[in-house]
């Protein structure tokens, strides 16, 4: 395994400009890298180890090693042992991803993971890192239409048939273990990725990955300020698809102390601001889902009335003994209903009441 040296922006100045380009609605990426020392302490989670990914988009660094993987399957992509006896059979078999074992191992000796000597992946988002030292890759998880500006910034500078490429392979293989491999070689690939049916449980129906290796990244860091994502009338139209939901709800409603979620008319969840995400993380990424699928009859039947009428529902909560008020509202454009609001609000024990004349 090879460390890359990023001699490239800060990460304050990529933030820039990846919003400038894509806007706020679109995720921003993670930064993955191995070191010695963990950057959070991190807690276990059975199953596959990718469903950790949800809090370090939340903002809440991730550091993974043998002990809090518990995936056989992952502790390998992710460089830390050996490849257990029961793969191959395991994947021509119990999934039938692979016509035969063989197969699987043929393709492990051309792509498979390459072993670690740090003792902790680590994974946080951008603009929560400090720099870009020591990173193996930047990971997207994304709609299509953000793959496509990603795929079309890649192309910008080179003709090659597999600029961006797509491999078989698991979640975390797709993920980790690619970028890691182009980096030992010096590669230009970028990938496209979380095609793996055992992984795409948690992850959205229009989420794919794209994951920028550091070896890729610094030439990528130069040319984004000078492709179509800039100034261009075809990725405008997608651009602004991509953030529809800016022309109602503000840049700074994105780290206020209470939880924001808005949907259109059809229910389909629209926004999400860091506090909302932060609450709903157990349910993967939400953005495009219908919020019909995530309630109740009663509760269904509250939200058409409220589409209908364009009015409000407030109420108070006790969970876990943490009080909330929670404020639905219709948002709508010259008089037109337009969708929901929720906003979501922990109150304190004592809350002052003060009567005015």
């Known amino acids: 395994m090879t460390s890359i040296n990023i001699r490239i922006m800060n990460t304050d100045t990529f933030v820039k400009e990846y919003r400038e380009a894509f806007g706020m609605a679109a995720p921003l990426p993670l930064i993955f890298c191995y070191s010695d020392v963990p950057y959070a302490e991190t807690g276990k989670e059975p199953g596959c180890?990718?469903?950790?990914?949800?809090?370090?988009?939340?903002?809440?660094?991730?550091?993974?090693?043998?002990?809090?993987?518990?995936?056989g399957g992952g502790r390998y992509y992710a460089g830390f042992t050996p490849m257990p006896d029961h793969v191959p059979a395991f994947v021509s078999q119990k999934e039938k991803y692979k016509e035969s074992a063989g197969l699987v191992l043929d393709h492990l000796k051309a792509n498979g993971p390459l072993p670690c000597r740090k003792k902790f992946l680590n994974f946080i988002r951008v603009d929560v890192a400090d720099s870009f030292e020591g990173m193996e890759g930047l990971l997207f998880i994304a709609s299509p239409d953000i793959i496509s500006g990603l795929c079309a910034w890649a192309f910008y500078d080179r003709n090659d048939s597999d600029t961006v490429s797509l491999l078989f392979g698991s979640g975390c293989s797709s993920t980790i273990a690619n970028a890691v491999r182009?980096?030992?070689?010096?590669?230009?690939?970028?990938?496209?990725?979380?095609?793996?049916?055992?992984?795409?449980?948690?992850?959205?129906?229009?989420?794919?990955?794209?994951?920028?290796?550091?070896?890729?990244?610094?030439a990528m860091s130069e040319t984004m300020t000078r492709c179509c994502l800039h100034?261009?009338?075809?990725?405008?139209?997608?651009?602004?698809?991509?953030?529809?939901?800016?022309?109602?709800?503000?840049?700074?409603?994105?780290?206020?102390?209470?939880?924001?979620?808005?949907?259109?008319?059809?229910?389909?969840?629209?926004?999400?601001?860091?506090?909302?995400?932060?609450?709903?993380?157990?349910?993967?990424?939400?953005i495009g889902k219908n919020l019909m699928d995530c309630h109740n009859d009663r509760s269904k039947a509250i939200i058409r009335n409220l589409l209908e009428t364009g009015g409000q529902n407030v109420y108070t909560i006790e969970k876990q003994g943490v009080r909330k008020m929670i404020y639905q509202s219709a948002w709508k454009e010259n008089g037109k209903v337009m969708g929901l609001c929720e906003i979501s609000i922990v109150l304190p024990e004592e809350i002052p009441h003060y009567v005015r004349g």
């Open 231 to 286: 100034d261009t009338a075809g990725w405008g139209r997608i651009r602004d698809r991509i953030n529809a939901v800016r022309k109602t709800v503000p840049a700074w409603a994105d780290e206020l102390n209470c939880a924001i979620t808005v949907c259109d008319a059809e229910g389909i969840i629209l926004y999400m601001n860091d506090r909302s995400v932060q609450t709903y993380m157990r349910h993967g990424n939400l």
């Open 49 to 71: 180890f990718l469903k950790y990914l949800r809090h370090a988009f939340a903002g809440t660094p991730v550091s993974l090693d043998q002990e809090n993987i518990t995936c």
């Open 182 to 218: 182009e980096n030992s070689n010096g590669g230009y690939r970028s990938f496209v990725g979380l095609t793996d049916p055992s992984a795409r449980a948690w992850f959205g129906e229009n989420d794919l990955s794209f994951v920028i290796p550091a070896s890729r990244f610094t």
